[in-house]
């Protein structure tokens, strides 16, 4: 199983800790994968820098986390999204880590799609001549509903052309919840028309043989309590 534990200034590496210790007591039932989760912003607002110095001191520390995960789409640009995926490709890359994004989560049109860049960085750094047994996961990516056909089938033969190890996880019952395109002043759409996006993943992996999944987040989470513990009951 997969746990996500948040770093950055506000709960330091406490979490983590946790994590590391819950790991070890469970070693003989499962296997517990840590990804050291910054969800805040790393290359703006006025905490990223403190939050960076965590997540560093964090991977520094503690050999049991097995993957870098971040949030690009809560930068404050594209530019600083940017920023945020080269470098955890970089340090995945330099420690032998899984990656784990989330992105491209939003229905905006008008916002650039970043999954191209993260196919872009993983080919300019060679990441499956390097690292050939570690895989990129991108989140959420309700963005990718907007695509057009003809953009999904570029996006299935950048993958497969360049072999690049990119798993896509769709979570809809934060998808449902959160995704909503943003309302603009004098928008004459009806108030409670509220469309949401959310992968289709069965089409992915039968039209463009993509690796996909469906996964549950937030069990137990006491803010946004949308995930179920049994994955069955959503599949």
């Given amino acids: 199983m997969t746990t996500f534990v948040e770093v950055d200034h506000t709960v330091q590496l406490i979490c983590l800790e946790a994590a590391v210790v819950l790991k070890h007591q469970w070693e003989d039932s499962c296997d517990i994968r840590i990804v050291c989760f910054a969800q805040d912003p790393i290359f703006c607002s006025e905490y990223g820098e403190q939050n960076m110095i965590y ?5 520094d520390t503690y050999s049991q986390i097995g993957v870098i995960g971040t949030t690009p789409c809560v930068e404050s640009s594209a ?6 995926i080269e470098w955890a490709i970089d340090r995945a890359l330099q420690l032998n880590k899984h990656v784990d994004f989330h992105l491209d989560y939003s229905l905006d049109s008008n916002k650039e799609t970043l ?3 993260v196919l872009h960085t993983l080919k300019q750094r060679r990441w499956t001549a390097r690292s050939t047994d570690k895989r990129v996961m991108l989140d959420h990516c309700t963005r990718l509903t907007l695509l057009t ?8 033969t950048e993958i497969h ?14 998808d449902m919840y959160m995704a909503s395109p943003p309302g603009t002043s ?4 009806p108030p409670q028309n509220r469309p949401r996006g959310t992968l ?3 089409e992915m ?8 999944v469906i996964g549950v987040n937030n069990v137990g989470n006491p803010f946004t309590p949308w995930g179920l513990p049994d994955p069955f009951s959503l599949a």
């Fill in 55 to 59: 997540l560093e001191t964090a991977l």
């Fill in 79 to 84: 530019e600083a999204a940017k920023q945020n």
């Fill in 115 to 117: 999954v191209w860049h």
């Fill in 149 to 156: 056909e003809n953009e999904w089938a570029q996006l299935a």
């Fill in 161 to 174: 052309e360049n072999e690049l190890s990119v798993s896509f996880v769709d979570l809809p019952t934060s």
């Fill in 186 to 189: 004098g928008d004459c759409q």
């Fill in 200 to 202: 289709q993943v069965l």
């Fill in 205 to 212: 992996i039968r039209k463009h043989n993509l690796d996909a």
